[in-house]
């Protein structure tokens, strides 16, 4: 047996005896996050930063004391927000006072919130990357005496021999075309231009040392490469161009797994991170850095359909992407089990084989690894919080809180 394997069996012992000593059994699934290994996360976030602050991105943690928690860390400061009504909300429950939205929005009803209150509108940032998001803002306004703060999302992908590689956000990517559309804000009554966000997905959330995959790994190695001269050098132009034009209060950049080519671009000012502090499956082979698992749920065992199949209740949280294995969960303590190919990861049950299945009964749980961080928090309304060998607290999700973001 592996050290791996070794190392993921006393989690699973350690986990298992930390639900058990709750006391009251706790509803299934039961959603852990280890805060020894998020802060250690936090602190190696810091630390590969580089100096440069981070901005903590809540859609990959959507759990309201563990965006404190990361906040309270040296060296993260603001939020990233994915929506406007979050971004309202942690404003109005004094979690943050700096919050920039990450993408643009035309929920109307949050628009109207915002121009309402002076206070959250000097506490956040829209972004845009069109005229038609100044309009939205505009439409439901009578006067621009509460001045709305914008940042313009600039396209950060990279571009060879005419094809496009990375998201598909923002139609921006020319100097002439930023300037142009920051000129607009500075003309256009009732906005202040905060600053500019480039986010190289292609760079921060592709995984680049995968086994068993060594040719496709050293092809996004040199993608991200390029990706990264690339954009310094489109950065600076558009620093250039837009410097006889405006100030910009930040230029955002980056992800969890970009830290260190983002924070050396000396245009950069802050740095945007979430995904390292929880690493979801999907941040478990990057070259850069050796990031710690924090966060795992527990399924239990219902049924034994054979000797060599143990069948878990529910399972079925499948990660947003491409519909490809990588989405599944990873079901991780004990080691060796495995989802079958026919039923994968159910809404109801999910069948399990390997070694381990044939020594587990029923009302044994089972721990999993989430694809992607975050995401698995929408399926539950509390998650307990793991310091070495005991549950400190148990804290409320968004939902719940009862939001739905």
């Not at 809404?347 to 989430?370: I, K, M």
């Amino acid at each position: 047996m592996g050290t791996d394997s070794i190392s993921r069996n006393r989690l699973a012992a350690r986990l298992d005896a930390a639900v058990r000593e709750h006391g009251e059994p706790l509803p299934a699934p039961v959603f852990v996050v280890d805060v020894d290994a998020f802060d250690a996360n936090a602190a190696d976030l810091v630390k590969r930063a580089a100096g440069k602050p981070i901005r903590v991105a809540s859609k990959s943690l959507r759990v309201p004391a563990l965006i404190r928690r990361a906040l309270s860390h040296e060296g993260f400061r603001g939020v990233l927000s994915y929506t406007l009504a979050e971004a309202l909300w942690l404003e109005e429950q004094d979690i943050c006072d700096d919050l920039v939205v990450a993408y643009p929005t035309v929920d109307r009803a949050a628009l109207a919130r915002l121009v309402a209150s002076p206070r959250a509108a000097s506490r956040i940032t829209l972004m845009i990357d069109d005229v038609v998001h100044l309009d939205a803002v505009d439409a439901l306004r009578a006067s621009t005496a509460v001045p709305v703060r914008v940042a313009i999302d600039i396209d950060a992908g990279l571009v060879v021999g005419g094809r496009h590689v990375g998201p598909k956000r923002s139609s921006l990517y020319d100097p002439s075309e930023v300037v142009a559309l920051a000129r607009t804000v500075l003309d256009r009554p009732g906005f202040h231009l905060a600053g500019v966000m480039t986010y190289e997905g292609q760079v921060a959330g592709v995984p680049d040392a995968v086994p068993h995959q060594r040719a496709r790994s050293m092809v996004v190695r040199r993608v991200k490469d390029a990706s990264v001269a690339q954009l310094r050098a489109r950065r600076a132009a558009i620093a250039e161009a837009l410097r006889p034009v405006t100030e910009i209060g930040f230029w955002n950049a980056g992800g969890s797994g970009s830290l260190e080519s983002s924070t050396s671009d000396p245009v950069v000012t802050e740095l945007s991170a979430g995904s390292g502090l929880l690493v979801p499956t999907l941040f478990d082979h990057y070259q850069a850095f050796d990031p710690r698992p924090a966060s795992y749920f527990g399924l239990p065992v219902t049924r034994r359909p054979s000797p060599e199949i143990a069948t878990v209740h529910g399972g079925g949280m499948i990660a947003s992407g491409p519909g490809s294995a990588d989405r599944l969960p990873v079901p991780w303590a004990p080691a060796g089990l495995h989802v079958t190919g026919l039923e994968g990861a159910g809404e109801v049950q999910t069948p399990l084989t390997g070694h381990p299945a044939a020594l587990l009964r029923v009302g044994d749980l089972v721990w999993f690894r989430h694809a992607k961080s975050g995401e698995p928090f929408e399926h539950t309304t509390t998650v307990h919080l793991l310091s070495g060998e005991r549950l400190l607290e148990s804290v409320r999700t968004y939902r719940g809180h009862g939001l739905a973001f």
